[in-house]
């Protein structure tokens, strides 16, 4: 080893992938907000969550790199989404026949979730229309009930939030 190599500092690089959520079951019943108690915040229908799985094994097997975190909204779409993402990176068992999380086996220890509030979508006319916006302005977002929707073991209770609370006002 000459003394230049001994003297340089090595490179480190952390990659960053940005996933959005599946489909959500308003894109493909419009009138499911008539009747919805959060209709700013809608579910995942089926396919989303076949997708958001199928996603993550992609990402799982395409990516030369682990991926060890995710970040993810408070909004339920995206907890979902994050949810059937997790465990198919995490997977220790997955079935090519397995289309969802629900019958896969995986290792909590591989990769941890953090809900934060500050990756909500922009809320505004063209993000949230006006007429689902919690009239109120409380979007009701709880964070303990969002993290109880992600896989056993993935919550990564350490996690300091970017923002601590909702912040949210809808903007013209």
Not at 3 to 16: I, R
Not at 54 to 63: D, Q, S
Not at 109 to 133: F, H, P, Q, T, W
Request: net charge negative; hydrophobic share 40%; with cysteine.
């Amino acid at each position: 080893m000459d003394s230049t190599s001994k003297n340089e500092t090595p490179e480190y690089y952390q990659n960053v992938v940005v996933m959005r959520h599946g489909d959500r079951i308003d894109n493909f019943d419009p009138l499911w907000t008539l009747t919805a108690q959060r209709p700013w915040d809608p579910p995942l229908v089926q396919e989303g969550r076949v997708r958001s799985f199928c996603t993550g094994r992609k990402f799982r097997n395409l990516f030369k790199y682990p991926l060890h975190r995710v970040f993810v909204s408070p909004f339920l779409r995206c907890v979902q989404t994050a949810a059937e993402a997790a465990i198919a990176l995490s997977a220790v068992d997955d079935s090519p026949e397995a289309l969802t999380g629900e019958s896969v086996s995986f290792d909590p220890s591989k990769i941890k979730a953090s809900v934060e509030y500050g990756l909500c979508e922009m809320m505004s006319r063209m993000a949230i229309r006006l007429d689902v916006a919690p009239k109120d302005g409380n979007w009701g977002f709880n964070i303990s009930e969002r993290e109880a929707m992600l896989p056993a073991g993935t919550v990564d209770k350490n996690v300091e939030r970017v923002y601590k609370e909702e912040f949210f006002t809808l903007v013209a």
